[in-house]
C-alpha cells in the first residue's frame, strides 16, 4: 500500500483540474491550495478512511 496517492479536484472557480498528492497517513486535513491557473484559495479538506478509501471535498475559500 502506498502512502501517497494522487487525486485530482477541480478548482472551484475557474474547474480546471488539479493534481492533489494526498499522503494517506494523515486520516483528515484541512488546507488552503492555491489554484494555479486563477490563483485563487481553494479550501481542501481531506479524509481518508480506514479502507484506505479517499474522501476530498474542495470549496470556495472566500465563502463565509
Ligand atoms: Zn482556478
Known amino acids: 500500500m502506498s502512502?501517497?496517492?494522487s487525486r485530482?479536484?477541480?478548482c472551484?472557480?475557474?474547474?480546471?483540474l488539479i493534481e492533489l498528492v494526498i499522503d494517506?497517513?494523515?486520516?483528515e486535513q484541512n488546507y488552503v491550495e492555491d489554484c494555479f491557473v486563477c490563483c485563487r484559495p481553494i479550501?481542501?479538506?481531506v479524509c481518508v478512511d480506514s479502507s484506505g478509501?479517499?474522501?476530498i471535498i474542495a470549496?470556495?475559500?472566500n465563502e463565509v
Open 12 to 16: 472551484p472557480y475557474c474547474g480546471e
Open 59 to 61: 470549496r470556495d475559500g
Open 43 to 45: 479550501e481542501i479538506g
Open 3 to 5: 502512502l501517497l496517492e
Open 8 to 10: 485530482h479536484i477541480s
Open 24 to 27: 494517506c497517513s494523515i486520516s
Open 53 to 55: 478509501e479517499i474522501q
